[in-house]
C-alpha cells in the first residue's frame, strides 16, 4: 500500500526564486513528485530554461515590485485556481561592512529578501484564507540568530523573515493556514562556489559542520516536502534547520586525539 503521508502529489506549489540554487532544487523535486510547480524569477531567459528542463510553469517576478506579485499571484489562481503551498526562496545578499553599505545596498536586500516574501506571503494568503486551507514556507538562515560579520542587512532580513513566519502562525493557524520556515546551512550555489573554493573557508566550513561536508540545494528537499505535506499538519511557527549540524554548537582549537 502507497503510504501519502509524505505526498504533494497534485498541490498547486509556487516557488519564488527558482530559476537556479535552493529554489530550483527545490521545485524540481516537487515537480518530480507530482506536483503542479509554478516558479519564479526576475530573469526571464533563465526562468524559462529551468522551466522547460524541470516541467514548471514560469512566470516572471521581481519579487521587490507589488505590482509584479499581484500580476504574479493573478495569473496562477487564473491558471490553476487556487495555490496550495508557497515557498519563499527569493534572496540577495552583498558581503561588507556595515559603514560601507549605502541606503541602496540596504534596500536592495531589504526588499527582495523581507519585503517581498511579506507581499507574496499576503498577496498569496489571503486567497489561501478565503479558501480556509493552505500553507506556507519561508527560507530563512543560519543568520536567523546568529549574524556573520560583514553581511548586516542580510541577516537583518532573514531574522525579520523568520519573526514573519512566527508572526503569521500566530494569525493564521486559527484560520487553516500553515506557515513555517526552513534555515539552510552552508550551500554550494551558482552565488556562493566562488566563495566556498577559496581553501580556508572549505577548511572552516567542514571544520564547523559536523557532518564534515558542505550542504547541496538538493539537501533542502526533504524539509520542503515534509513541511508541504500532511506529515507536517500539526506543526506552524517553526523554523527547521538544515546545516549538516553547524548549529548545534561551536568547534574549538583543542586537541582530543588520543583521549
Avoid at 97 to 103: D, F, G, P, Q, V
Avoid at 231 to 250: E, I, N, P
Amino acid at each position: 500500500m502507497s503510504d501519502t503521508l509524505f505526498s504533494v502529489k497534485d498541490q498547486v506549489i509556487l516557488v519564488s526564486g527558482a530559476s537556479r540554487g535552493i529554489g530550483r532544487a527545490i521545485a524540481e523535486g516537487l515537480a518530480q513528485r507530482g506536483a503542479k510547480v509554478i516558479i519564479t524569477g526576475r530573469e526571464a531567459d533563465t526562468l524559462e530554461a529551468t522551466a522547460r528542463a524541470i516541467a514548471a510553469t514560469p512566470i516572471v517576478c521581481d519579487i521587490a515590485k507589488k505590482d509584479a506579485i499581484d500580476r504574479l499571484v493573478a495569473t496562477a489562481l487564473d491558471k490553476f485556481g487556487h495555490i496550495d503551498t508557497l515557498i519563499n526562496v527569493a534572496g540577495v545578499n552583498r558581503r561588507m561592512l556595515a559603514e560601507k553599505l549605502s541606503e541602496d545596498d540596504y534596500d536592495f536586500i531589504l526588499n527582495i529578501n523581507l519585503k517581498g516574501p511579506f507581499l507574496l506571503s499576503l498577496a498569496v494568503g489571503k486567497a489561501m484564507l478565503a479558501r480556509g486551507k493552505g500553507n506556507q514556507i519561508n527560507v530563512t538562515s543560519l543568520n536567523n540568530d546568529r549574524p556573520l560579520k560583514g553581511v548586516m542587512p542580510y541577516a537583518v532580513s532573514k531574522a525579520g523573515l523568520e519573526q514573519m513566519t512566527r508572526a503569521l502562525a500566530m494569525e493564521w493557524g486559527p484560520r487553516g493556514i500553515r506557515v513555517n520556515a526552513i534555515a539552510p546551512g552552508f550551500v554550494l550555489t551558482d552565488l556562493t562556489k566562488k566563495l566556498w573554493s577559496q581553501p580556508k573557508m572549505q577548511e572552516w566550513g567542514k571544520t564547523n559542520t559536523p557532518l564534515v561536508r558542505l550542504g547541496q540545494p538538493e539537501d533542502m528537499l526533504g524539509a520542503a516536502i515534509f513541511l508541504a505535506s500532511e506529515a507536517s499538519a500539526w506543526m506552524t511557527g517553526q523554523t527547521l534547520y538544515v546545516d549538516g549540524g553547524f548549529s548545534a554548537g561551536l568547534v574549538w582549537p583543542i586537541d582530543f586525539a588520543g583521549q
